[in-house]
């Protein structure tokens, strides 16, 4: 999970077999407290799937509780825009989502399973994150041109 600070979303990042490669919420700014973070979900999902597809998620749900739950304007305009930004950044992988976390996947799955398959290789590499090395003894991840 990314908790980013000031921002108005979290983000999962899955290996295979899970059919969504990053899964991003539309939640409030996460906030820190005794060690344990909270933030409110607001419904509308980002969710791009490994054959590179976009999907914006729950887009009724979010209707239904604007209504029901008595959203306040400017929550309503945050989410739209942060779905709006996040649709643009899952899409044209940039910043935080931009492959950064492709490192931490496979360093996970080796961890798990003590071995990676050439074909688990190839999918969690098919990115701009493609010069994953292995080191002597820890994956690395070269950094992709548009990322800062």
Same mark, same amino acid.
């Given at each position: ?68 739950? #008595? ?7 945050? %989410? ?5 930004? /996040? &649709?643009?950044?899952?899409?044209? +992988? ?22 990676? #398959? ?7 590499? %098919? ?5 994953? /090395? &292995?080191?002597?003894?820890?994956? +690395? ?8």
């Amino acid at each position: 999970m990314l908790f980013p600070r000031n921002a108005w979303w979290t983000a999962s990042f899955n290996t295979p077999p899970h059919k969504s490669e990053s899964y991003v919420d539309v939640t409030t700014i996460p906030e820190w407290k005794d060690g344990e973070v909270t933030m409110l979900d607001l419904d509308l999902d980002v969710i791009r799937l490994r054959d590179g597809r976009l999907i914006l998620g729950d887009e009724d749900e979010f209707a239904e509780h604007q209504v029901l739950l #008595n959203y306040p304007s400017d929550l309503i305009s945050h %989410a739209e825009a942060t779905a709006r930004w /996040l &649709l643009h950044a899952v899409r044209e +992988r940039k910043g935080p989502l931009g492959g950064a976390h492709i490192q931490w996947l496979v360093i996970s799955w080796f961890q798990r399973h003590g071995k990676i #398959n050439v074909g688990v290789y190839r999918r969690l590499t %098919a990115n701009p994150c493609s010069s994953l /090395l &292995l080191t002597s003894r820890a994956w +690395r991840c070269g950094t992709p041109p548009h990322v800062p």
